[in-house]
């Protein structure tokens, strides 16, 4: 069964600190990965997506990594702001359909 | 406007009544999806479709009924509603393949009394 992990579960930091969440998957084939934010109430917007072949993509403050050898994924978050406080969703597919991580909870205090 | 909606946002039913959520889109996407959240679960794929009159069973199936008549609308079911069908439901989109980027409406908060 395809699964994908996420950690932490919740993370808390302060304003303009940097922080990294993981994603560990065991999906297979694998087509792409995705990371998918979701502010409170609202649905999840996709960041950024990865291929087999990238190891790194950015998006602004963003940037999310791949190691498909060890089938592990990260997204960095550069100096972080208060908008970024929503839970960070991992999503990876194979060719038919996608599975989705828990999340992540991040808060960004002042 | 373009977009993908839901319709209501907020419902409250009681056990044993018929229920239906309503999705559309305008984007003409061929890839429609049902997903419910719930604390300590994340999203969880109930029903999606792939094109007008073909839909396929996701991970929690059960309880549930759609359809798909028309490529623009994906409506939910719920035949008789039961508590733990409470929940926040999203219905979503995607252009071409299903692994595609998938385009989220904004959510039905559901709470079955």
């Known amino acids: 069964k395809n699964q994908v992990e996420q950690s932490p579960q919740s993370l808390i930091i302060l304003e303009g600190k940097n922080c990294t969440l993981q994603?560990?998957?065991?999906?297979?084939?694998?087509?792409?990965l995705r990371w998918y934010k979701q502010d409170t109430g609202r649905g999840p917007v996709s960041l950024t997506i990865?291929?087999?072949?990238?190891n790194t993509k950015s998006n602004g403050r963003y940037t999310a990594t791949l190691d498909a050898d060890t089938k592990q994924s990260s997204l960095h978050i550069t100096a972080s702001q208060l908008s970024d406080s929503a839970s960070y969703i991992c999503?990876?597919?194979?060719?038919?359909?996608?599975?989705f991580g828990r999340g992540t909870s991040l808060i960004v205090h002042p | 406007d373009a977009g993908i909606t839901q319709s209501p946002r907020y419902k409250i039913t009681e056990t044993g009544r018929q229920v239906t959520l309503m999705c559309h889109q305008t984007?003409?996407?061929?890839?429609m999806f049902w997903y419910r959240q719930d604390l300590g679960h994340g999203l969880r794929l109930i029903y999606y479709?792939?094109?007008?009159?073909?839909?396929d069973k996701g991970e929690v199936p059960d309880g549930y009924v759609v359809s798909r008549s028309k490529t623009e609308n994906f409506p939910l079911t719920l035949e008789s509603a039961t508590r733990s069908q409470t929940s926040v439901y999203f219905c979503?989109?995607?252009?071409?393949?299903?692994?595609?980027?998938?385009?989220f409406g904004p959510g039905t908060r559901l709470t079955v009394l």
């Open positions: 994603c560990n998957y065991t999906v297979s084939p694998f087509s792409n």
């Open positions: 990865m291929t087999f072949s990238e």
């Open positions: 999503v990876v597919s194979d060719p038919y359909i996608p599975t």
């Open positions: 984007w003409s996407h061929s890839y």
């Open positions: 479709s792939a094109a007008a009159d073909i839909t």
């Open positions: 979503a989109s995607s252009p071409g393949q299903v692994n595609n980027e998938q385009f």
